[in-house]
């Protein structure tokens, strides 16, 4: 699996997400919800590793890797997640997805500042495209300008964190198992977030339905995602993970259209277009430096 391929699957399972946090936030407090996400997740995969006897990668974490984690764990375990549901549940899901995806673009930015990379001409028109996609989809193809809440900000705030995590796994974890990374993110996080919303999470009344929206949302929005994730940023730069991202409001775009029956309007269909064409562009010229790149190893060593 390619590392932009894995990145884009990523997306696709983030985009499910806010259904089912909007829906939770109904109920539980976003300090609550985070903190048992988290550790429904962690515990899941940490069975999952003892059943497949992967336990034993735990202990290739250097101290190090601790301190870095611990930083990691932080911000987007615990700072990130607040700051974001915080904002989601004041705000437009809308609102919420679009400010998100300053993510992309900070890692590119963050990515040049830690890591060296540059945005080629292909990712600035690729980006270009799909940043006018979106401006499409969101001004209802630019007949309404965007609508400020002030709890924005903390989405913004969210986005920071988000980024500049991604790029230091990037740069100092990535010797590490993305299972490793994912199973102390979460526990690690949870268990702080419990201690915080201890008092939330007892006033809670769980049935079936919350019960399954947070499997749903464990497994769906923060495995998956978090796994793919790691991977991409294993086997892709960080810059062109981190521009996949803003395909997530045509995903979320496209679920709502599938699962809840919301009608598709013209400027969501065109605006859509744009983002994937940009995405299409940007991996057709991936695919062909790499295409090029093993020409010239194999006409060097002929001569």
Request: charged share 10%; proline share 2%.
């Amino acid at each position: 699996m390619k590392g932009v391929t894995a990145a884009l699957l990523a997306c696709i399972c983030f985009s499910l997400t806010p259904v089912f946090e909007k829906t939770l936030l109904q109920s539980l407090s976003p300090l609550a919800l985070a903190a048992i996400r988290s550790i429904i997740a962690g515990l899941l995969l940490l069975l999952a590793m003892e059943s497949l006897h992967k336990l034993g990668e735990l202990k290739c974490l250097g101290r190090r890797d601790c301190v870095i984690l611990a930083w990691i764990v932080l911000m987007v375990g615990v700072l990130g997640p607040l700051t974001y549901l915080t904002g989601l549940k004041t705000t437009a899901v809308a609102n919420g997805l679009i400010i998100l995806r300053l993510n992309s673009l900070l890692i590119a930015f963050f990515a040049w500042i830690l890591l060296g990379e540059k945005m080629t001409l292909h990712q600035f028109l690729g980006t270009t495209l799909m940043i006018t996609g979106l401006v499409t989809i969101f001004t209802r193809g630019f007949t309404i300008s965007y609508g400020f809440h002030p709890r924005d900000l903390y989405i913004a705030a969210a986005a920071v964190m988000f980024s500049s995590s991604s790029v230091l796994m990037k740069k100092y974890l990535h010797h590490l198992p993305p299972e490793v990374l994912v199973v102390v993110r979460n526990l690690a996080a949870g268990l702080i977030l419990l201690t915080l919303a201890f008092g939330d999470v007892s006033s809670v009344t769980f049935n079936f339905e919350t019960a399954s929206y947070l499997i749903a949302l464990a497994v769906i929005g923060i495995l998956f995602v978090q796994l793919l994730w790691y991977y991409a940023l294993e086997h892709a730069s960080a810059t062109n993970v981190g521009l996949t991202s803003i395909s997530v409001p045509v995903f979320g775009s496209f679920f709502a259209w599938l699962f809840l029956g919301e009608t598709l309007a013209g400027y969501q269909i065109l605006g859509g277009f744009l983002v994937i064409l940009g995405l299409v562009g940007m991996e057709i010229h991936l695919s062909q430096l790499k295409i090029m790149r093993k020409l010239k190893f194999r006409v060097f060593f002929h001569h």
